[in-house]
């Protein structure tokens, strides 16, 4: 099981070929759906017990201070 997801949110899919920037409605969305995201990935890795994680090779230690970020912190290295 993977906490982060193989399709990764991107803002390519915001932009459209006839405007520069993406509106402050799109880019709104787009920042909710990232952070629900990361939000999801860090209940993930709190339920994830010590041998599942040693098996992916994240330690336990790293996986808790992860798991403790806000939604809008980016999500780090797990060693």
Known sequence: MSFQ????LTDQNLLT??????M???????AVAVWRER??????LARMDARSLRE???SPAAAAYESGKPFWQKIGPLR
């Open 5 to 8: 997801s193989r399709h990764p």
């Open 39 to 44: 939000s999801r990935a860090r209940r993930c």
């Open 24 to 30: 402050l409605r799109q880019r709104l969305l787009f």
């Open 56 to 58: 992916i090779g994240i």
């Open 17 to 22: 070929s006839d405007v520069s920037r993406p």
